[in-house]
Structure formats: structure tokens, C-alpha cells
């Protein structure tokens, strides 16, 4: 026998496979192990379907208004109470979270479409047509967030 019928003869080698997880389900596992994280996506999401429903789940139209019932308590009538022209807070606090869920929506979309946009004319011409529309959105970002920046550093 010479080498090479001992090495046709051998058996091949068992391969171990191994079954990773993904890198979402990984990131989900650690999300739903944080309390904290679990009860904020739990509250956002029944703000949002409260926002979504919102002539089905508040007591009174927002602009439904009695002037004897200025300023009433939170009680049964009034969740969170009444303001001054007798209107029910918690039914505006649900109505005013529908218009402000829908503006941020438009809001996000609307940057969305431009940005989307800005990009493919970027990507097409390329060279110095990119160069000179990146610097475009250099000094959009530093003239909107040197306001903030500002503010954070007052704070010293």
C-alpha cells in the first residue's frame, strides 16, 4: 500500500454546522429583556392607536364646550379635568396627539421624497456635481444645529 490508497480510503471529516442567530433577533431578544424598553414601546404604541382612533375613544369632541363645567376636577365626567370654556382636556389631549402624529408622519415622508431626490441627482452627475451638493448639506447641518449646540454649551 502506498500513500495514496490511504488517502482515498480515509473517511471524510464530519463537518459541524453550527446555526447562528441573526443579527434582528438578537437585537429583539435584548430589546424584550429591557423592562424600561418594553413599557416606552408599549405606552408609544397606545398613544399612537389612541391618536389613530381617536372620535372612538374620547368622551367629547375637542371643541365641545359648556361654560358651567369651567375648571371641574379630574373625576368620572372629566378625565383630567375641564379648562376655562368647560372643554374636556383628556378628549383635546387625544385629538391634539392625532394632528401631532400626523405632522410628524408628513413631516418624515416629506424629508423622505427630498432626500431621496437630492440623492439620485447626486448619484447620476456624480464627480463635481456631488462634491458641490454635499457641501450644500455641510452647511445645512451646521447652520441648523449650531442653535442647538449653542443652548447645550449655555449650560456649563
Same mark, same amino acid.
Given at each position: 500500500?502506498?500513500? #495514496?490508497?490511504?488517502?482515498?480510503?480515509?473517511?471524510? @471529516?464530519?463537518?459541524? !454546522? !453550527?446555526?447562528? @442567530?441573526? $443579527?434582528?433577533? $438578537? *437585537?429583539?431578544? /435584548?430589546?424584550?429583556? #429591557?423592562?424600561?424598553?418594553?413599557?416606552?414601546? %408599549?405606552?408609544?404604541?397606545?398613544? %399612537?392607536?389612541?391618536? *389613530?382612533?381617536?372620535?372612538?375613544?374620547?368622551?367629547?369632541?375637542?371643541?365641545?364646550?359648556?361654560?358651567?363645567?369651567?375648571? !371641574? +376636577?379630574?373625576? @368620572?365626567?372629566?378625565?383630567?379635568?375641564?379648562? !376655562?370654556?368647560?372643554?374636556?382636556?383628556?378628549? /383635546?389631549?387625544?385629538?391634539?396627539? /392625532? %394632528?401631532?402624529?400626523?405632522? +410628524?408622519?408628513?413631516?418624515?415622508?416629506?424629508?423622505?421624497?427630498?432626500?431621496?431626490?437630492?440623492? $439620485?441627482?447626486?448619484?447620476?452627475?456624480?464627480?463635481?456635481?456631488?462634491?458641490?451638493?454635499?457641501?450644500?448639506?455641510?452647511? $445645512?447641518? /451646521?447652520?441648523?444645529?449650531?442653535?442647538? #449646540?449653542?443652548?447645550?454649551?449655555?449650560?456649563?
Amino acid at each position: 500500500m502506498n500513500a #495514496n490508497s490511504n488517502a482515498s480510503s480515509a473517511q471524510p @471529516e464530519e463537518q459541524i !454546522i !453550527i446555526k447562528g @442567530e441573526s $443579527l434582528t433577533k $438578537l *437585537a429583539y431578544l /435584548r430589546f424584550k429583556k #429591557n423592562k424600561m424598553a418594553m413599557g416606552s414601546l %408599549i405606552f408609544i404604541v397606545v398613544v %399612537i392607536l389612541m391618536a *389613530a382612533f381617536a372620535p372612538l375613544v374620547a368622551p367629547s369632541h375637542y371643541a365641545d364646550g359648556n361654560f358651567m363645567d369651567q375648571y !371641574i +376636577a379630574p373625576g @368620572e365626567n372629566f378625565l383630567m379635568g375641564s379648562d !376655562i370654556l368647560g372643554r374636556d382636556v383628556f378628549s /383635546r389631549l387625544i385629538y391634539g396627539a /392625532r %394632528i401631532s402624529l400626523s405632522m +410628524a408622519i408628513i413631516g418624515a415622508f416629506t424629508s423622505f421624497i427630498i432626500g431621496v431626490c437630492y440623492g $439620485l441627482v447626486s448619484g447620476f452627475f456624480g464627480g463635481k456635481v456631488d462634491e458641490w451638493m454635499m457641501r450644500v448639506v455641510d452647511i $445645512l447641518y /451646521r447652520t441648523w444645529s449650531q442653535p442647538s #449646540n449653542s443652548q447645550l454649551g449655555s449650560y456649563d
